[in-house]
């Protein structure tokens, strides 16, 4: 297929939606106008298929008239399945859901590819514009009505919905404004192990680099069998020596990892592809 460049910082869309989030016993009225994003680096994509879009199933995922199902890939609110208070995924959920409606519903899309086109289920996964170049994952990330989130064959953009997000943060807006959504301490040891297999983004101070057999641990903390640890399998490790990585040079370094929780001795996320690790002391993962 022919490749395209999407300039995502071209003409947006003017938005303004009122989401009412009740969030632990609070209701937050948030007024989302989206205007224009300031000059972004352009992501490059293939493919171009066009549908009408019919019926809009959640806050990432749609049917077009044809019967096919598209999936907004690396855009999503992953949702936060054993945190306590569960009315919290469901009222976002909801808002994200009309929020894309209302985008879409009705409107002819443009479906382009950054990496794996289809899921196990059979969806499409695509960047998705409208007709006139707006981007559907921006508009979304930028209300707070999803996060960034990337695969090791699927990562076209990601930077750009990371900016995206830092912005959402920053107000916050949206699933920001809410808890259990914030980014959480790697030295919050207690706060890790109470939300086990739910998405997360942790952030600390890499304490020590290990290398067991073939695998790569970054320890947060100086008991691994307690503290907050990242494990690299093989294959991961692979990739990172692909994009010129050094992982040892981690240590020391205050990073953000997102993923899922697993409590192995202590909390764990596993990384599968260097685009789940940011720098955070203004170097590049390299």
Not at 92 to 107: F, Q
Not at 132 to 156: E, K, P
Not at 194 to 218: C, D, H, M, T, Y
């Amino acid at each position: 297929m022919e490749n395209i460049l999407r300039n995502v910082g071209s003409s947006w869309f003017g938005i303004t939606l009122a989401i009412y989030l009740k969030a632990f016993g609070v209701v937050a009225i948030l007024i989302i106008t989206l205007a224009d994003v300031s000059a972004m680096a352009a992501c490059y994509l293939t493919g171009s298929e066009r549908g009408s879009v019919a019926r809009v199933l959640d806050g990432e995922t749609f049917v077009l008239a044809d019967h096919r199902q598209v999936r907004l890939i690396n855009a999503g609110l992953v949702k936060m399945s054993l945190v306590p208070n569960q009315n919290n995924d469901r009222v976002l959920a909801d808002a994200a859901k009309a929020a894309l409606t209302k985008l879409v519903i009705g409107k002819t899309v443009v479906l382009h590819y950054g990496g794996r086109t289809k899921d196990r289920y059979g969806r499409i996964l695509a960047q998705v514009y409208l007709a006139d170049g707006q981007w559907v994952q921006g508009a979304m990330v930028s209300q707070g009505l999803a996060r960034a989130y990337s695969f090791s064959d699927n990562q076209a953009c990601i930077e750009n919905l990371l900016t995206l997000e830092k912005q959402a943060r920053q107000v916050p807006i949206g699933l920001w404004g809410v808890g259990a959504y914030h980014i959480k301490s790697a030295q919050k040891v207690k706060q890790l192990n109470g939300v086990p297999n739910s998405f997360q983004l942790v952030e600390g101070r890499v304490r020590k680099v290990a290398k067991v057999a073939k695998r790569i641990f970054l320890n947060f903390g100086e008991d691994w069998k307690r503290d907050f640890t990242i494990a690299i399998p093989p294959v991961a490790v692979r990739l990172f020596t692909k994009a010129k990585i050094d992982l040892s040079a981690l240590e020391g370094q205050k990073i953000r990892v997102r993923g899922w929780i697993e409590l192995r001795n202590g909390p764990l996320i596993e990384v599968t592809h260097p685009g789940q690790i940011e720098m955070l002391n203004g170097g590049t993962l390299k």
